[in-house]
């Protein structure tokens, strides 16, 4: 099945797994996690740049073939030839002969090419007829939003892709200002990524270290208050809820190595929260002004 945009159906809920590469956890006990979250998630946002992660996953998968989750990978570079490999980097390991959703993370001279309509998008179109990869969706950073920005406003990615991930939740909202609107206004696909943030706006705000960049930091200054205020009791629901208060939002992608935080990312898109709308008016006023004064200056992966 598939949604207007073309998007096959996705579950609201996206299990992460960076949390698999954390060495500090046992091994097996990660594979362990991975069999949790393989019960209740049947899909699985996956990268080889998450440490050990993809090890865990060729084991997990290995003890369970039948539980092997639907995946979307990320493909990264700036030439055909390394999307080629990095897709063989992924999927070796973990036994499957193809992605379900490969997200385009194009950099260099590929990039400049999205940008205009250029030789990338028959090559890439190649990888579906090949059936290496069945679906494509273009991530977006704020300093890859501008190049979006020009192929969805010429509607040069049309028919390659067929949907848009980035992080979006309370805090962070990395498609710009200008590609955000045309996204909603196309009524485009949207995968939303990093549910909670990392931790929760009071920890990110009060425990040193928490935030892992300070503009993280000072952006939990202004949500925490709004959270309290939400009468919302968990981070994930309201987190959740944010996402898919989004009419373009189809799923939200977020970690743990916590079977309880698991089971509260699960629950929370089993319903969704409704969040007030004075409150969501007010987040959506912060992330129009952090893209203008923050996120479109950021340098490349400095945020
Ligand atoms: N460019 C990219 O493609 C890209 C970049 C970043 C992320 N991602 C994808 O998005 C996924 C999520 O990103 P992320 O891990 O950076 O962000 P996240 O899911 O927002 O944060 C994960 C962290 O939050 C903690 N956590 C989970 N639930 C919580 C809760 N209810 N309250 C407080 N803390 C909670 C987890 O700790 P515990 O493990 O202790 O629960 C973990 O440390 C990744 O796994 C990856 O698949 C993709």
Request: glycine residues 6%; proline residues 4%.
């Amino acid at each position: 099945m598939q949604n207007a945009s073309g998007l096959t159906q996705l579950p609201k809920f996206i299990y992460g797994t960076t949390r698999l590469g954390d060495d500090s956890i046992d091994f097996d006990e990660r594979v362990k996690i991975a069999h949790y979250a393989m019960e209740s998630c049947s899909w699985f946002h996956v990268s080889d740049q998450y440490g050990s992660a993809i090890s865990v996953l060729a084991e997990a998968f290995k003890q369970k073939p039948d539980a092997i989750p639907k995946m979307i990978f990320k493909v990264e570079g700036e030439s055909i030839e390394e999307l080629r490999d990095v897709i063989q980097r992924n999927i070796e390991p973990l036994g499957v002969k193809h992605m379900d959703i490969g997200q385009l993370c194009l950099r260099g001279e590929l990039a400049e090419q999205y940008a205009q309509s250029g030789a990338c998008y028959q090559d890439i179109e190649q990888l579906r007829s090949e059936g290496v990869i069945k679906q494509f969706v273009k991530e977006v950073f704020p300093w890859s939003s501008e190049v979006t920005y020009q192929a969805l406003k010429a509607g040069h990615d049309e028919q390659l892709v067929d949907g848009y991930i980035f992080y979006l939740n309370p805090l962070q909202r990395f498609a710009l200002n200008p590609l955000w609107d045309l996204i909603q206004q196309k009524d485009k696909a949207v995968i939303a990524m990093r549910t909670v943030c990392g931790n929760t706006p009071q920890a990110l705000r009060d425990v040193p270290g928490a935030a892992w960049k300070e503009y993280i930091q000072q952006r939990a200054v202004d949500i925490a208050p709004l959270f309290e205020s939400s009468g919302i009791k968990n981070w994930a629901d309201f987190c959740v809820g944010y996402a898919l208060a989004h009419s373009q939002v189809q799923a939200t992608v977020g970690s743990s190595a916590r079977r309880e935080n698991i089971d509260a990312l699960v629950n929370a898109a089993q319903a969704p929260t409704l969040i007030d709308d004075k409150i969501l008016k007010k987040i959506t006023a912060l992330h129009q002004q952090w893209s203008d004064s923050l996120d479109q200056h950021a340098e490349p992966w400095s945020m």
